[in-house]
């Protein structure tokens, strides 16, 4: 599991051609979770999800 800062998350993203496929507008770095984190943190998930879209409401 990748535990680094949101900061070396997006830097990752875009050293790997990320720029290409992902517009980076928020990263969000939870103690627990990993590739299928809304099954294992859907908490987090949801609150994320709810975050993401509340300013479109």
């Given at each position: 599991?990748?535990?680094?800062?949101a900061?070396?998350?997006?830097?990752?993203?875009?050293?790997?051609?990320?720029?290409?496929?992902?517009?980076?507008?928020?990263?969000?770095?939870?103690?627990?979770?990993?590739?299928?984190?809304?099954?294992?943190?859907?908490?987090?998930?949801v609150d994320?999800?709810?975050?993401?879209?509340?300013?479109?409401?």
């Amino acid at each position: 599991m990748w535990t680094g800062t949101a900061e070396e998350r997006i830097e990752a993203l875009r050293a790997s051609g990320g720029r290409f496929y992902a517009d980076v507008r928020g990263v969000d770095v939870h103690a627990k979770g990993s590739h299928f984190g809304p099954y294992e943190n859907p908490e987090a998930w949801v609150d994320d999800l709810r975050n993401t879209y509340r300013e479109l409401r």
